[in-house]
């Protein structure tokens, strides 16, 4: 999911353009027609090439676990259309890329481990995964120039240094010394993991 506003203040608007680069689907500008990647939110082609738009957070979940969780939501019809009704897990990951600098998480191992501090290039990162929901939350680990290292305890996700206690979807520290203070969000994308390499082919795979 990328933000659609780019440096000169435009806000532009997209559509499926129907081509594919690397194996993935681009899109079309309406204001310049410009040729966009999908996956990576880079101009290809046209007046934009090479302008990058702004990655944001989300998290790709069952239709079941959103709607608990937001049942105001409306969707798009999907009637009509065929769409994998499982995700299969053994090539889905997420990915990662910081810089210059990227690396991928299989779901099934972030789901099997829960939590996951790890560190891409010079970034401490924590990966959390909630089985029950298949959300899987990527934040940055640091915060007020500390490095903090979490793990479940009780249910609970816990940071080693402090005992605070967070909420590990949007990443805010709900009590403890750091109540108040907020992990910051990296964004991450969900792809296969041959799609993952296609646009990051030194990407670094987690090993449990």
Avoid: C
């Avoid at 090439?49 to 049942?71: D, F, I, M, N």
């Amino acid at each position: 999911m990328h933000d659609r506003r780019i440096a000169d203040g435009r806000t532009l608007k997209f559509g499926n353009q129907g081509w594919l680069y690397m194996r993935a689907m681009t899109w079309w500008d309406w204001e310049t027609d410009s040729i966009w990647s999908q996956p990576i939110g880079t101009a290809l082609v046209g007046p934009l090439r090479g302008t990058q738009l702004r990655l944001l957070p989300s998290a790709l979940v069952p239709w079941k676990s959103w709607q608990q969780e937001h049942p105001d939501t409306t969707v798009l019809a999907v009637d009509g259309f065929t769409f994998f009704k499982e995700r299969p897990h053994d090539n889905f990951v997420v990915g990662v890329a910081l810089g210059e600098h990227a690396k991928a998480y299989r779901y099934r191992d972030a789901v099997k481990a829960r939590v996951i501090n790890d560190r891409i290039g010079p970034h401490p990162i924590v990966v959390y995964a909630d089985p029950s929901t298949r959300r899987v939350q990527t934040f940055s680990r640091t915060v007020r120039n500390q490095e903090l290292t979490f793990v479940l305890r009780d249910g609970s996700l816990m940071d080693e240094q402090t005992g605070s206690t967070w909420d590990p979807v949007r990443g805010l520290a709900t009590a403890g010394p750091l109540r108040g203070e907020a992990l910051r969000i990296i964004p991450h994308n969900s792809s296969f993991d041959w799609a993952w390499l296609d646009f990051y082919p030194n990407s670094e795979f987690y090993k449990p």
